[in-house]
């Protein structure tokens, strides 16, 4: 049997609400080391991703600390627990990311989990280029 997400799965109590300040948001990020966090709508559900250097990006090009993370995020970035580990790979790989968020009823469609959903981490750890 082909190896699932939910085999290479880790959890983290890291995430933000989309109307979270991007400028607290990537503080925190830094201080825990932490290069992707699932963003979650008012409802619960996941809305995206928020990516450590996209956050950075947009404050550099803002300026300004009003921006939310839900401005920011990347939406349709996440797997189910029951999805393959090649299709979880395929989406980090082309999202060029470490770890993206693995729910319940998500799937690499990227479909959304309902309020009260748990959501665990599956990451590759890429080798640097030489």
Do not use: N, Y
Not at 12 to 41: I, N, Y
Not at 46 to 64: E, N, P
Not at 98 to 120: D, E, F, K, L, V
């Amino acid at each position: 049997m082909e190896p699932r997400v939910r085999d290479a799965m880790s959890t983290s109590d890291v995430q933000f609400d989309e109307g979270h300040l991007l400028a607290d948001a990537l503080e925190d990020m830094q201080r825990r080391g932490v290069g992707t966090a699932p963003v979650v709508s008012a409802d619960g559900s996941l809305k995206g991703v928020l990516v450590r250097r996209d956050a950075g990006r947009a404050l550099r090009r803002s300026g300004a600390g009003s921006s939310t993370v839900g401005e920011v995020c990347r939406s349709g970035v996440s797997v189910g627990v029951d999805d393959s580990l090649q299709a979880a790979l395929r989406v980090l790989e082309a999202e060029e990311v470490g770890q993206i968020p693995a729910g319940c009823c998500a799937s690499a469609s990227g479909a959304g989990c309902r309020s009260g959903a748990t959501w665990a981490w599956t990451s590759h750890r890429r080798t640097p280029s030489t």
